[in-house]
């Protein structure tokens, strides 16, 4: 692909926001097919681009293989056509990861989200991170989007790696979820000729994201406050950033909340809150305890959405 | 003060852009006064707020007690006098700090910006940070400013310090050169009814700040291209946010260059580029390598400065 | 199993050095068995304890659940009967661990090998992992072993985990891959009485781990030295440890070579020079660049073993 | 330097034990130079082969360097002739290094311990270190004794900067308070054949140390457990090495309460628990809180020695 001109091709328009499901478990932490499903008709009443299936937030490390396909399968089935289903399909090695690729695409994934393999993360170089992720994009029959999470995966994908990636007509953009708005910035920067598209991968800095050229973002909080990210995103969209700024200020703490501070069992407690099936996690993740618990509806409450 | 009404206090308006000034030395490493001087005349025509003066790229842990306030009555003397002078004046220990802060205002400072203590930083806690800031505060006869640099201080004022210290009436605001844009817009949200201001502390995420509820920046690059980041703060103050972002872009990689990635070397060696005195550093800071050197250029040609 | 009596109950006696063997591929990629016995032919004369199946350097992150388990089958058929198969059964659920756990011990390991689950390891408090370990030991039909390697997985099983762990009657040992000596000899110090084996995960502190009380060590470096690093164990266990010094030293840089500074690739490179089959590794991880390769023979050359 | 003969040269023994002594303070602050006499006093019985004044524990950074000098003059008079005063003269710059290694020589003291220079830690290369050390030495009229400390300066001395400083004839040694102890073993054997001398900067990885090669330690604990401190050194250097692991094991948990977990105002109360003065720390140092007072006990209780 490196000999491919540089202009930028047409590429499948990403931009808007997106929740990264959760998956629902029954009390014998089998996948609930209902309750997700019962969750995603309460989606489609908002105005999300799609949705990405196994982000970090789906506990996709916790699914088997043919777990992962299979909730694609249905999130798609219960899903308006016009929504997006962006399937995260990263493995650690490389031919896990094509094969994967082509389940979700098979499945019906018009994208698949591809996470950094971080294992052996001190040869996870440029050079190995653009051999992977070249080798998944000539392979998959639907676009790819790149995906940085160091948080969950010690490691930031190099600039330099993205902006040669960005050039690869089958990777459409990549969901940074770091943070560094600096980091944002350069990367639309470098990358924007070729049509490449950032999003945001927190509603904690959707706003800032948005200021510096991000065209959108996969938003845990989406999950919980789905309509509030959404107007967020159409405030920042339409240049009304004053506005859009009060409202991302009251989004930050709860948003903290679920990713960061109190992860996963979190965001499934605080979806119970508002009218979505939560549930618990698979082991080894614990429920919160009763303090953390406490701590996580101040967090909503002291923002005014409880 | 924790006895004071929690209403904002008349406070010193810090809002604007400043560079945080390099101290000129001459081949024999002591401070060349009339280098500095032949600076600062250059620096009266950009429409800057004021100057930081031993900020960390004033090199002022190579200074001696004596050099700091001295070159800080320079400063003051050389200045037009609507420009403010925040004068570095933080010190490991509480009394040392103290004892500082009162010599910059006797200089003729008109605030001063007091960094983390860092040394013993596993025992710097919120604690042990709004002990040592309200001390200071309370003895210091101008307003203070707080100074998280984490990339010099391997420490980060935690949030709750910060919030609590904003209800100081002598402390006014906060420098943050962490560059965590959540964890600035939530320090905007918690402060900003106490007419607390947060200043950038790099041009590398300054619209972003600015986007958020920042009110300024110190901005390294403001020593080499002081015009331009002027020019970007305004355009953000303006609201007119697309011409804002062009003009951030193409900071982005300079401000990293000659901070986070060369340091005070690279900062000095472009202000020599630009028509400024930069020259050599105190050891053990070293010259730039010619590789450097050439790295160093690029990213300054490459965006249309050079 | 808290409500065992904490004296030490017999436990499986895991001491006496491992190496954790790397998996031969062919160059399409699959697993080349053929290979993969013809090294465990070449171990049977190094007097080993056993191997270990599928630790960091056997890419078990980059092989099937169904590789997983032929390779451990194969292992142990080629393996004379004295010699222990200690197999990598880690998984990021524990209900995955729970049945690979399994299905190693049905392919006739003598027992597994548990790395600590570490994709949401900001969850990944003593909570959870002490749930996570109790729950597989539990279930196992053959003795667990705990696995710390901060390298990979960004998280150092904590100090109150292991102690509590090591009063599980199933429970038999650590293998401590983060070197932190100290640490070690307080674990010795504070399970030993349970009879809790701890093994150093790297040849790089074998005789110091030995020194404060470890019983062995399962060393990347074993797959290309292993008589050395055999000899090794043998004078500290006998009390010469001014020989062990000296052996010691010529040990380490090839060690830190082939683990934390080149990694699997260059590890297997170095078992081909001595007459091992190592070949390539799974994509994403890439063969040494020609300046690596020199750089990893000079360590081998410069300490007498090339 | 670099042109002289590279066999080692006689350099100054700095082999056995040192407390890094705290700095006694009255309730205002100011050095109390009477309990510092008294505490050396008592320390004259114990068979350290001297002590160090202005490590971290002294609480240097907090001293002005008037205050840093007086405090090395008092405790040359109080001290026997046969023991050595190893001096702090660390500065972040150059020139403030060399002035106040001069001055410590003039005050009395045997050798200089200094310190990486981290303020600017991004740019403290070996290229950078071995300049300013090189400087330094040069210029002493004493030997000098490097000084790495990550835990505070957030900076390891990089080993080829050590192996090429070693070669100085007037650098002796190193205080290694990292506790990396395959990077202590390395450091002995490619320094050894100089006569460079390696001292662990910590009791609770002293027997692994030696066990490695080095030839004594500079150790906060020592202030508090000094005689058993010296045993340990004594069991390790006479070959005892079953009763010094025994000994070992019992001084980790405090050495660490009184280090990196509760830091200098934990070492000042325990001091006073073992009859030495310890008093307050200076400001931003806080005292223990009362939680944090039962836990430091209960490390000294549970391992005997209260």
Known sequence: WRGVSQKAVQRLDISGVYPPIATPFTHSEDVDYHRLTDNLHKYADIPFRGLVVQGSNGEYPYLTPEERVEVVKKVRQALPKDKLVMAGSGCESTRATIQMSQRMADAGAEC?????????????????????????????????????????????????????????????????????????????????????????????????????????????????????????????????????????????????????????????????????HGGVCRTPLQPLTDSDLDQLRVKFTSNGWL
């Open 112 to 276: 698949v989200l591809v996470v950094t393999p971080c294992f052996y993360r001190g040869r996870m170089d440029s050079r190995a991170l653009i051999n992977h992720y070249a080798q998944v994009a000539d392979s998959s029959s639907v676009p790819v989007v790149l995906y940085s999470v160091p948080a969950n995966t010690g490691l930031d994908l190099p600039l330099d790696a993205i902006i040669q990636l960005s050039q690869h007509p089958n990777i459409v953009g990549l969901k940074d979820s770091g943070g560094d708005i600096t980091r944002i910035a350069l990367i639309v920067h470098k990358t924007r000729s070729q049509g490449f598209q950032v999003l945001a991968g927190s509603a904690g800095f959707l706003m800032a994201a948005y200021s510096v050229g991000a065209v959108g973002g996969v938003c845990a909080l989406a999950n919980v406050l789905g309509q509030q990210v959404c107007e967020l995103a159409q405030l920042c969209v339409s240049g009304r950033w004053d506005e859009a700024r009060e409202l991302q200020y009251r989004l930050i703490q709860p948003n903290t909340a679920v990713t960061r501070q109190y992860g996963v069992p979190a965001l499934k407690q605080a979806m119970e809150w508002f009218g979505y």
